[in-house]
């Protein structure tokens, strides 16, 4: 079998010293798109998939893309609402084991991701990741409950926003190793500021992210074997 893995010794460097990791959500630490779930359930899952392939492959910037998305689904707060009570999100393999090795060594466990927050929180709550730790997007609703736009203010509603959260973080708390985990270009783009950026293949795998990553890894095994 051929591995698509590929391990920089400069960025596996910093893996090992790190105090602050912070992963992608969608396709990185579940194995679905919180969106692209959203639409199937609305019956809109084929147009936004296609938008969402262009943005995870950097042709489209992201709040480019995330208002196209949402202008095509147009949830409403009881459909999202009923959506995040019945959708059972699938962690990906080795990830509970990965966060817990970090959260063990005292080393603080962040999501960053173009999702959204009701969608989000019930991922961090399984992985005992607390809700101060999640950096996500918010949609906004009128008083009846219809979609009006997203909150604009969040830094990951755009392109480089992903950076801009971890800039705040290092910021904030004077991290030195802070490594990004995720599968796409948003992702990537956040190193710098993160010290280090590792591309993840194991739900899917982005050909720019693969090219461009100088640490892709298919299966969380390897980075929590690098932790030993």
């Known amino acids: 079998m051929i591995s698509n893995d590929r391990l920089s010794r400069d960025v596996l460097d910093v893996w090992q010293r790190t105090d602050a990791a912070c992963f992608d959500v969608d396709s990185t630490v579940i194995r679905e798109e ?8 609305l019956c809109k899952g084929e147009e936004v998939r296609a938008i969402t392939q262009q943005t995870m492959g950097g042709r489209l910037s ?3 893309a995330l208002t196209k998305r ?7 707060l009881p459909t999202l609402l009923e959506y995040s009570q019945k959708r059972a999100f699938t962690l990906t393999p080795g990830i509970r084991d990965l966060v817990a090795k970090l959260q063990a060594k005292r080393v603080p466990v962040y999501l ?3 999702g959204f927050l009701r969608l989000i929180l019930p991922v961090a709550r399984s992985l005992g990741i607390p809700a101060s730790h999640v950096f996500c997007n918010r949609l906004l609703f009128d008083d009846n ?8 203010a969040a830094f990951t509603s755009d392109s480089g926003g992903k950076g801009r959260v971890i800039e705040q973080l290092i910021t904030v708390h004077s991290y030195q ?6 599968d796409g270009a948003t992702d990537m783009e956040a190193s710098p500021p993160a010290h ?3 591309g993840f293949g194991g739900n899917v795998i982005r050909p720019a992210v693969q090219k461009e990553a100088k640490c892709f890894v298919t299966d969380f095994t390897r980075l929590h074997e690098a932790l030993e």
Do not use: C, W
Not at 145 to 152: A, I, L, R, S
Not at 177 to 182: P, R, S, T
């Open 62 to 64: 992201f709040r480019e």
């Open 34 to 41: 919180g969106l692209d779930g959203l639409a199937e359930y």
């Open 112 to 114: 960053v991701s173009g």
């Open 70 to 76: 949402l202008d095509i689904i147009q949830p409403t």
């Open 145 to 152: 409950g219809k979609y009006t736009g997203f909150d604009h």
């Open 196 to 198: 280090a950026f590792v």
């Open 177 to 182: 190793n802070v490594v990004m985990i995720g």
